[in-house]
């Protein structure tokens, strides 16, 4: 006779701590789809419709995971995926800052609302669900090649949507065809200074890109 699997399931699923585990649950899904209604100052290739921060996760986890597979072969495609879920997930709360020529004054500010992001989610999930929080940690730490992976192809995407929408947000904040080259160095040597010196590939396809981009739009 087959089990009543139902309501075996049932039966575990009202039961605590595991009761407890499915609010949990259902609560981390409320976050994904907060998350999902997110819009960044990207476009999509129409150039109308802003992009999502789920948009732009989908595309890092995918983009980043085949890339790594075929010229980055000695990194973790697990975590490469592990850490693209999540790099992003604090905005659900703090929501996405347009870093077009950011100053100073505004990056400290995205952090410290970003801060309070995470230790927002900690309380939420760092007991029941501590994958969430703990693997955001240890993407904010940068001291694995996979999570600095990330973070380096995290500043190419943006450049790929520029391109396909025809540099539509980046008229709209200012930003003229003459001034892609010194944005891009500026951020070009920023990136290798902070987390991007050990990811030539990732490197290289930024300067790619960022040449793309350039004939894309001038």
Same mark, same amino acid.
Do not use: E, G, H, N
């Given at each position: 006779m087959i089990p009543d699997? @139902?309501?075996t399931l049932r039966q575990i699923v009202t039961t605590p701590p595991v009761r407890n585990v499915t609010e949990k649950v259902i609560e981390l899904a409320q976050l994904c789809l907060r998350f999902a209604r997110v819009n960044r100052v990207t476009y999509h290739e129409d150039g109308k419709r802003l992009e999502t921060d789920a948009d732009h996760t989908v595309m890092l986890g995918i983009v980043a995971c085949a890339f790594a597979e075929?010229? !980055?072969p000695h990194l973790d495609l697990g975590l490469i995926a592990q850490f693209a879920l999540v790099h992003d997930l604090v905005e659900a709360y703090a929501g996405d800052t347009n870093t077009l020529r950011i100053s100073a004054e505004r990056a400290r500010a995205k952090e410290e609302i970003e801060a309070a992001a995470l230790a927002k989610i900690v309380e939420q999930f760092g007991? #029941?669900?501590p994958w969430? &929080? #703990?693997t955001i *940690?240890? @993407?904010d730490r940068l001291d694995t090649p996979e999570a600095r992976f990330i973070k380096t192809l995290d *500043?190419?995407?943006?450049?790929? &949507?520029h391109a396909l929408n025809l540099g539509a947000a980046l008229r709209e904040h200012g930003v003229q065809p003459g001034d892609?080259? !010194?944005i891009n160095g500026a951020q070009y040597a920023k990136i290798v #200074?902070? @987390?991007g010196a050990d990811q030539p590939e990732a490197m290289a396809l930024y300067q790619s890109v960022h040449e793309y981009l350039k004939s894309v739009l001038i």
């Open positions: 699997i @139902y309501s075929r010229f !980055a007991v #029941a669900l969430v &929080t #703990a *940690k240890q @993407y *500043k190419v995407l943006p450049k790929i &949507t892609i080259d !010194a #200074a902070s @987390y």
